[in-house]
């Protein structure tokens, strides 16, 4: 079955970096677009970034500059960087696999066919 194991969460202060991991199997995993997503307590799940199949990216305004997502289609990994965080990147991150046609990626949640259980990132102020 497919699986997408999130790792690398944890405390930091703002200012500081963390890069989490999205390990997947059971998917041939250079067929899916990448997409993380993010919950903070009592907020809806929103869209972070997401990578396509060939690498092009799409990342929302609130993390442009500071996040960076990258793939590594022979580990089956997709990564994400993050830098200068904040406070209010408090959240618990999800990665999904979006059996996407072409080189596309999307926003929207709905398209994506599997999901991860999620890792929680804590950013103190």
């Known amino acids: 079955q497919v699986q997408l194991v999130e790792s690398g969460g944890g405390l930091v202060q703002a200012g500081g970096s963390l890069t989490l991991s999205c390990a997947a199997s059971?998917?041939?995993?250079?067929?899916?677009?990448m997409g993380w997503f993010r919950q903070a307590p009592g907020k809806e799940r929103e869209f972070v970034v997401a990578i396509s199949r060939n690498g092009n990216t799409d990342y929302a305004d609130s993390v442009k500059g500071r996040f960076t997502v990258s793939r590594v289609n022979a580990k089956n990994t997709v990564y994400l960087q993050m830098n200068s965080l904040k406070p209010e990147d408090t959240a618990v991150y999800f990665c999904?696999?979006?059996?996407?046609?072409?080189?596309?990626?999307?926003?929207?949640?709905?398209?994506?066919?599997?999901w991860g259980q999620g890792t929680q990132v804590t950013v103190s102020s």
């Open positions: 059971g998917l041939t995993f250079s067929r899916y677009a």
């Open positions: 999904a696999a979006d059996d996407a046609w072409g080189w596309s990626v999307s926003r929207d949640q709905t398209s994506y066919d599997y």
